[in-house]
Every structure is written in C-alpha cells, then in structure tokens.
C-alpha cells in the first residue's frame, strides 16, 4: 500500500481545512487508517483512527473539533479539522496498517509523506 496525504496548508485560528490520505492497491478497504502529527524535536503524536469497519477513536485533542471518515470507493481517508489552534501547528501523517488497531504509530506498516498544517494566531 502506498499513502499519499494532502490538504494541509496555512489557515488562521478557527479556520478549517481538510486532509485526504489517498492509498494505492484494491485491498484499501481492509486497513486501518490513522492521522498522527508531528513537529520538531517531538515524537510523533496520535491524532485518530478509523478502523476498517468504521470504528473510529480520536485524542483528547481532536474530540468535537476533528472528524475521520473514509471513502473506500475512491481508496480514500479524509480527517475533516475545525476550529484550528496554533498548537495544531505540525505536519501531519497518515498511516495504515491491515492488522492492527490503535493508538501507537511504531505498530502502523504504512506511512505517507506528510502534509503541513499551520495555524496563525
């Protein structure tokens, strides 16, 4: 499977943006898809998961501001983010994995590049 994250970009606080994890191969359906975020000199951080039947689990953080969904017709996950703070400030990641489900990323096989995301205050 190959991951391919976009949709990042400059907004201002309480902006919305949102991020599309597009993946490669006709099996897309079966993985468990999460968002992660990172910035400089900080390990990387769980944002949300969505599993392949729809289970879905999301940081303190994310709750009531960011909404995971998937579109396997078009091999697609989307993280839909609003209300943005300057703390949401990183890049973001997505990541799949067939067999597993949860919150620790050394346990996801499949990384996409990354798409930055910036808040002004």
């Known amino acids: 499977v190959q991951l391919q994250a976009s949709g990042g970009g400059l907004v201002e606080t309480g902006g919305s943006l949102r991020l599309s994890c597009a993946a490669s191969g006709r099996t897309f359906s079966s993985y468990t898809v999460a968002w992660f975020r990172q910035t400089p000199g900080k390990e990387r951080e769980f944002v949300a998961y969505?599993?392949?039947?729809?289970?879905?689990l999301y940081a303190d953080s994310a709750k009531g501001r960011f909404t995971i969904s998937r579109d396997n017709a078009k091999n697609t996950v989307y993280l839909q983010v609003n209300s943005l703070k300057p703390e949401d400030t990183a890049t973001y990641y997505c990541?799949?994995?067939?067999?597993?489900?949860?919150?620790?990323?050394?346990?996801?096989?499949?990384w996409g590049q990354g798409t930055q995301v910036t808040v002004s205050s």
């Open positions: 969505i599993s392949s039947g729809g289970k879905t």
């Open positions: 990541a799949a994995s067939i067999k597993y489900i949860g919150v620790a990323a050394s346990e996801y096989d499949y």
